[in-house]
């Protein structure tokens, strides 16, 4: 099939699929290798085009959940290892199935017959089938990783609450009530009081004391002339 036939959008993720494609055989297919690679391809060049909006959004987003991707492609390759599939088609397969889960502007049935369109332009005989037979499985657990996908980022945001807002939620019986000073002479006043009164205790607690040692005394000097 000529790439003439391609309408803009589907140039678009065949120029994400390069990148990708490159990516991974560089050994880059890392969140942070897929972005510094893109950076590179964003540069106008005499040579090359300026990358659609739309490639560079399909970039970011497998650059987003390129492990979870994988893992997913992973499960439902039969027959065969993913790893062992042309490295063309893995990279379609990327592109799709980031565009199947998180994507939700393209039908999941879209995302497929774009898939097989292009791999039927760039990889080999058989990979359309192959391809078709896995993205198929991906488009029946999506929901359910979307809805898991989901409740983890609702997790992570209630963690993120900001101090102000959890003072808002502060229960209303918590809030001290404990008297305000006019000014610091009146706390200098107080700790004065304070301590005369603590001075005054200590002298009758010894006067007490010195009483008692005293009867203490007397009565045993009573015992020992006690015949």
Do not use: C
């Amino acid at each position: 099939m000529s790439s003439k036939r391609f309408t803009a959008r589907t140039r678009a993720r065949k120029r994400a699929i390069d990148i990708i494609f490159e990516a991974d055989q560089r050994d880059q297919l890392t969140p942070s290798g897929l972005l510094d690679l893109l950076e590179d391809r964003r540069k106008i060049t005499a040579a090359q085009t300026p990358l659609p909006e739309y490639a560079i959004k399909i970039i970011e987003g497998v650059a987003e959940h390129i492990y979870q991707i994988d893992d997913l492609l992973t499960v439902h390759t039969t027959n065969r290892d993913f790893d062992r599939l042309p490295s063309a088609d893995r990279a379609v397969l990327r592109v799709a199935t980031w565009e199947i889960i998180w994507n939700d502007d393209v039908p999941s049935i879209t995302a497929i017959d774009e898939a097989i369109t292009i791999v039927k332009d760039i990889s080999t005989d058989e990979s359309p089938s192959v391809v078709n037979g896995i993205l198929d499985a991906v488009r029946k657990e999506a929901s359910e990783i979307q809805a898991t996908d989901d409740a983890f980022q609702a997790a992570l945001a209630s963690r993120d609450e900001s101090p102000e807002e959890l003072i808002d939620l502060q229960d209303p019986n918590d809030v001290d009530e404990s008297p305000d000073f006019e000014d610091s002479g009146d706390r200098e006043d107080l700790l004065d009081d304070q301590d005369l009164l603590d001075g005054e205790d200590f002298e009758n607690r010894e006067d007490s004391t010195n009483v008692g040692s005293e009867a203490d005394s007397e009565d045993f000097e009573e015992q020992l002339n006690t015949p």
